[in-house]
């Protein structure tokens, strides 16, 4: 799960990174709702900054992931 929730957050640092620490510490923390909601946080920004300060492509990918992830959570 660590090494998803890394490629996921390949957005250069900042907000986005910060939102995937969160995730990743509810998950060890095994606080698995918490680490669900923040997740829907995270596909918010993204989606939010798609074709701003991320490109559609590279966007897109981070959704696909993070459904990937959500999955494996039974979010």
Do not use: P, W
Request: charged share 10%; hydrophobic share 40%.
């Amino acid at each position: 799960m660590t090494d998803q929730l890394t490629l996921v957050g390949n957005t250069g640092g900042g907000s986005f990174a910060a939102q995937l620490q969160a995730t990743l510490d509810a998950i060890n923390a095994g606080a698995t709702q918490d680490a669900c909601g923040r997740l829907n946080g995270y596909l918010n920004h993204v989606s939010a900054q798609s074709g701003k300060q991320l490109s559609t492509d590279l966007a897109d990918e981070l959704t696909a992931n993070v459904a990937q992830i959500q999955s494996l959570l039974g979010c």
